[in-house]
């Protein structure tokens, strides 16, 4: 299983950058998307989910609620993490996971239930 996310880099504080998470080995759309992040010495922080329900039950941190956005197009095994109003306290290393539990909802943030990691996508945002 491998799982990858991209799409990061440089931008301005307001701007916005959309990153990417492919996957091969698992059947994708059967499993829940998690975004995480972590910033120099702080921990892996949960960013938000999408469910593989039918509905794409979306769930955010309260830090980037309204700003980011998730969705998952089933066709191109992928989702991506939309971040809109970027503020300089968004820059980290973002990491998407795996979660065979189709139904996540208000755990979804916890880190063990996710199997499958990705390699980690750099966003920088400077003032």
């Known amino acids: 299983v491998q799982l990858q996310a991209s799409g990061g880099g440089s931008v301005q504080a307001g701007g916005s950058l959309r990153l990417s998470c492919t996957a091969s080995g698992i059947t994708f759309e059967n499993y829940a998307i998690g975004w995480f992040r972590q910033a120099p010495g702080k921990e892996r922080e949960a960013v938000g989910c999408?469910?593989?329900?039918?509905?794409?039950?979306?769930y955010y941190a309260d830090s980037v609620k309204g700003r980011f956005t998730i969705s998952r197009d089933s066709a191109k095994n992928t989702v991506y993490l939309q971040m809109n109003s970027l503020k300089l306290e968004d820059t980290a290393v973002y990491y998407c996971?795996?979660?065979?539990?189709?139904?996540?909802?208000?755990?979804?943030?916890?880190?063990?239930?996710?199997?499958?990691w990705g390699q980690g996508t750099q966003v920088t945002v400077s003032s």
């Open positions: 999408i469910t593989a329900t039918s509905d794409g039950s979306t």
């Open positions: 996971a795996a979660s065979p539990r189709r139904k996540l909802s208000v755990n979804w943030y916890v880190k063990y239930l996710y199997d499958y």
